[in-house]
């Protein structure tokens, strides 16, 4: 299988499988010098480890990061100091349940990739899907926790704005509250945390599932990252973002509201700052204009699909052709849409952490 690397100047490349004995992922490209902690690490894969709550998968899994190579100890406090050599990171799997997946071993299961992978591959590992898992998504989250720490002053959250029919209330909006301990869907909203918990329930006790919305807002990008055409920083967040499972649409700022603007509504105006890069008005573009980031917050939101892993039989067709009703056992997420948002964040960081070592590498400047 090729294709498991994204980057340019960041590089990273993940492997291992859902039910395989561990996965990771080889960083190359970061800077030496970088001081930071193993915590550092852990900390992002905690926010999006499974089994936190009767909202996600029940999988138990610690996701204990292991740091391979490319650091060195930097002092008696645990510190670790980038070398420059790539860096390898490793999370084990222990709660596999492979034959939770034996009914399924021939059978393709509607919405997942079993039927695509078996039409290219001509194999696939039906065992939690193998490397088309979200577990996969583990290693990514290990990356991006190293990217924030590339660009100086980046800061990159996420949270969760939709599920399924249900919206929060922007004017509630609270970043502190995303992270906090009562809130189990990294909403900003804390008004809908009971709406979400009930609207949830009902869909985990039929046995189904539902989708989300996420939103991604990166501060503190420099102004100049990107380039024009191939290399724009917009279209490479899009493709980052789209490599997750289960996402199917993206948009930069506004998006798919801007068909419904007039010039006026859209444009985002500017007056001379005092000091320093002109000062916008507002920021419907989403902080990159001409694939260029502008200085403001970049904003990127992205649609994930209900997962397929449901109760309820659904009409497929077998290995041999033969039409089958498939029902997934095992233990999934009714929303995998809640723990996509460290995912989205870590894709995010490592596009703009790449894109700021493009800059400063072809134009010297930061």
């Not at 289960?246 to 068909?259: H, M, N, P, Q, R």
Request: proline share 6%; net charge neutral; with cysteine.
């Amino acid at each position: 299988m090729s294709h498991n690397t994204f980057g340019h100047l960041f590089r990273v490349t993940t492997w291992g499988e859902s039910h395989g004995p561990a996965l990771g992922c080889v960083v190359d490209g970061c800077p030496p010098g970088i001081r930071f902690k193993l915590a550092d690490i852990q900390a992002q894969l905690d926010r999006r480890k499974p089994g936190q709550s009767r909202f996600v998968t029940q999988r138990r899994e610690p996701d204990e990061v292991r740091i391979l190579s490319g650091v060195l100890p930097d002092g008696e406090d645990g510190s670790l100091l980038t070398t420059g050599t790539p860096i390898s990171m490793l999370v084990e799997n222990v709660d596999q349940r492979s034959k939770d997946y034996g009914d399924i071993a021939r059978q393709y299961r509607p919405g997942h990739a079993d039927y695509t992978y078996d039409m290219k591959y001509g194999v696939r590992d039906h065992r939690g899907g193998g490397r088309s898992s979200a577990r996969e998504t583990a290693a990514r989250v290990a990356a991006g926790a190293l990217a924030r720490l590339v660009v100086p002053g980046l800061t990159v959250r996420g949270a969760l704005v939709a599920m399924g029919s249900v919206e929060i209330n922007r004017a509630n909006w609270n970043w502190d509250f995303v992270e906090s301990g009562d809130n189990p869907f990294f909403t900003p909203d804390p008004a809908s945390v009971p709406t979400f918990s009930d609207y949830l329930d009902s869909i985990r006790k039929n046995g189904s599932s539902v989708g989300a919305l996420i939103e991604v807002v990166a501060e503190g990008v420099p102004a100049g990252l990107g380039a024009p055409i191939y290399g724009k920083l917009d279209a490479e967040i899009a493709a980052g973002l789209m490599s997750i499972n289960a996402v199917k649409g993206v948009e930069i700022g506004d998006g798919f509201a801007t068909a419904r603007m007039t010039g006026e509504e859209n444009a985002d105006e500017m007056r001379s700052a005092n000091e320093g890069p002109a000062r916008f008005l507002s920021n419907h573009a989403g902080g990159i204009l001409g694939g260029i980031s502008t200085g403001q917050p970049v904003i990127a939101r992205f649609a994930v699909k209900p997962t397929s892993s449901i109760l309820t039989p659904r009409q497929s067709v077998d290995q041999d052709g033969r039409d089958v009703d498939v029902t997934t056992k095992g233990r999934h997420d009714p929303c995998v849409g809640i723990r996509a948002v460290p995912i989205g964040e870590a894709m995010v960081a490592c596009a703009i952490a790449d894109h700021y070592l493009r800059h400063r590498g072809q134009t010297g400047r930061i």
